[in-house]
């Protein structure tokens, strides 16, 4: 099975912190996360390569911070200072190997974050 498993999301207090966690199978290259709410497309939240080099999103720089073991292939997002705007569903991506030279970008089920008091 393919699919990156997530695991963390739930309800959490705005102000609060919570941490997603993500595991690939295989050899994997790229990882992160996107987010969608419903009638929204899906938008890029953070993304690490292999040796370590990470992009965010404006809206969440300075609050959100993706790291990754790539000895256990999973890729984590601590989420501080959270708003109730960063509720919706969170979605792993990993890019793995295929064959002898292919790379497919997978996805996880999602994981929903609320964000309420």
């Known amino acids: 099975q393919a699919q990156p498993v997530e695991s963390g999301g739930g309800l959490v207090q705005p102000g609060g912190s919570m941490r997603l966690s993500c595991a690939a199978p295989g050899t994997v290259a790229g990882m992160g996360w996107y987010r969608q709410v419903p009638g929204k497309r899906r938008d890029l939240v953070a993304s690490?390569?292999?040796?370590?080099?990470?992009n965010y999103a404006d809206g969440v720089m300075g609050r959100f911070t993706i790291s990754r073991d790539n000895a256990k292939n999973t890729v984590y997002l601590q989420m501080n200072s959270l708003k109730p705007e960063d509720t919706a569903v969170y979605y792993c991506?990993?890019?793995?190997?295929?064959?002898?030279?292919?790379?497919?970008?997978?996805w996880g089920q999602g994981t929903q974050v609320t964000v309420s008091s």
């Open positions: 690490i390569t292999s040796t370590g080099d990470d």
């Open positions: 991506y990993a890019t793995l190997k295929v064959g002898a030279s292919g790379w497919v970008t997978y």
